[in-house]
């Protein structure tokens, strides 16, 4: 274990606590003190350090994933809505998101043409609606059509990319860039934000105009 | 104090908390057991309710987002980075971010012209980028610029947007589109991924050829 531990850079201790969470299957006996760890063992505590500090996932939503690679629905589409699931931070009753918010989510599946279940995805979208509307700066629908340009974008590069033709590493693959592609593109729009607002505020020293008129 | 829970929908309790933390400013005492609330405490206590509920900020980053509210800083410029700064979920420290991680930040960023300081954005954005090679899925430059790509067309809207002739409305503006528009992006992104994967994976009922090649 200490080998494993060293091998990872993750605290024995660590190693421990995942082993007794069973987020780690336990290692092949070889005498009443040692156990051995080989290779896959280090692969899947390298994906539990990665969910866990830099996704920052729950164990217990950890364990979800973990289970979702462990065993890959059958259906290669429903991958990603377990996916989703599991990775949902949090799952808003439906109930408790107002009609309003829900009609106008409907409303904006429907000019997409999106096929939708009203699964995590669809509650937390219409949480965000009602929260922007609670806070006093309701979205429009021109900002919404403009979001949803740009995600599916994305995600027809995303769905383009998944390898489909191997399931375990199909949900390896969308599990892990859907944790960490996620504060990658937050951090790029406020990159670009930041970008876009020193161009076009300061004068700016690119192509832009002085004038925050697009 | 109870009209303007009933008027909030906060329950008491969480009303005085807010004021002991010093997030909602006292009322006008009108004698030694009653206080007088205006409109403005009515406004505060939402935002910080949505702050708190849906972005899911902590009391103290609230503070923060309050205070850069409260004093919106002399450069409209500045303004994004100050709320950037305080929406941080966590900023890393630049040192525990690898070297690679770090120079590919930096090419990226030269690659698409983008101003930066390497503040909590840039931060988030290595180790973004560090967590996907430790999940040995690293991304590609085509996928960052894929990204970067997206996350600009956004951030252009977004800053035409901002009503910068008043800088009280343009912070609230900023820094409640920042913490709120984040969940709405990536649950679009989510029902994009469904929708796409749908319609290539089942052969479709919409415009897409039924096979993964876009």
């Known amino acids: 274990m200490s080998e494993l531990s060293h091998r990872s850079g993750v605290p024995v201790g660590t190693v421990k606590y995942y082993l007794r969470e069973g987020l780690l299957p336990a290692g092949r006996a070889t005498s009443a ?3 051995q760890y080989d290779d896959e063992h280090l ?3 390298t994906l539990i350090r990665v969910l866990v500090r830099i996704g920052g996932l729950s164990i217990a939503a950890t364990r979800q994933v973990l289970q ?7 259906s290669m589409h429903s991958l990603l809505g377990t996916a989703h699931t599991a990775l949902a931070t949090r799952t808003e009753p439906l109930d408790e998101i107002s009609p309003e918010a829900r009609e106008r989510t409907d409303q904006l599946l429907q000019r997409l043409g999106w096929q939708s279940v009203q699964g995590a995805a669809y509650a937390q979208l219409a949480v965000a609606i009602d929260g922007l509307a609670l806070a006093g700066l309701p979205a ?3 900002e919404l059509d ?3 340009v740009a995600a599916e974008q994305i995600a027809r590069g995303d769905v383009a990319g998944v390898p489909f033709d191997s399931p375990d590493l199909a949900i390896r693959w969308v599990v892990t860039k859907t944790v960490l592609a996620e504060p990658m593109l937050l951090a790029l729009r406020r990159l670009a934000q930041e970008h876009v607002s020193a161009t076009w505020l300061t004068g700016g ?3 832009e105009a002085a004038s925050p008129t697009p």
């Open 33 to 35: 003190t040692q156990a």
């Open 43 to 45: 692969q899947r505590l």
């Open 68 to 74: 979702a690679i462990d065993h890959p629905p059958a």
């Open 140 to 142: 429009t629908d021109a």
């Open 146 to 148: 403009r979001y949803a």
């Open 205 to 207: 020293n690119g192509d």
